[in-house]
């Protein structure tokens, strides 16, 4: 079986996509523990359950974030309704800045319903 680490996603990566993913964990460690769990294709940011996903790609990182309503915002560029309760929106990510106020909000409610 092979085993991912968190380090091989940035393999022929721009700086900036490190960067961004960990002000992406900075800010959900304030929210609680969280755990890493780096799979083929991502990294699954967990509470309980998985709240959060990362695909990084050369110069930016796709956010997956968990929620129990669809968020209209220009900033989401793909939504998929998973069940009745549950909504998983993407978002790009080209700069540590795009870690703002808002995705933090974000990542908060989606933490919070993975328990």
């Known amino acids: ?8 996603h ?5 700086p900036a996509v490190r960067e961004i993913y960990n002000a992406i964990v900075a800010a959900s460690q304030k929210f609680g523990e969280i755990a890493e769990d780096p ?4 990294i699954h940011l967990n509470n309980k359950t998985a709240f959060a996903g990362i695909a990084t790609r ?6 997956t974030i968990k929620s129990d309503r669809d968020i209209k915002s220009v900033r989401i560029f793909k939504r998929e309704q ?17 870690v703002n106020a808002e995705l933090k909000s974000w990542l908060k409610e989606a933490y919070h319903l993975s328990v």
Not at 1 to 8: H, I, K, L
Not at 39 to 42: D, G, P, Q, R, Y
Not at 58 to 63: A, D, H, M, V
Not at 82 to 98: C, F, G, P, Q
């Open 1 to 8: 079986m092979t085993q991912f680490s968190v380090d091989s």
């Open 10 to 14: 940035f393999d022929g990566r721009s």
């Open 58 to 63: 050369r110069e930016f990182l796709i956010l």
């Open 39 to 42: 799979k083929k294709t991502s």
């Open 82 to 98: 998973t069940s009745a309760n549950r909504w998983h929106h993407e978002i790009k990510l080209h700069n540590v800045k795009d």
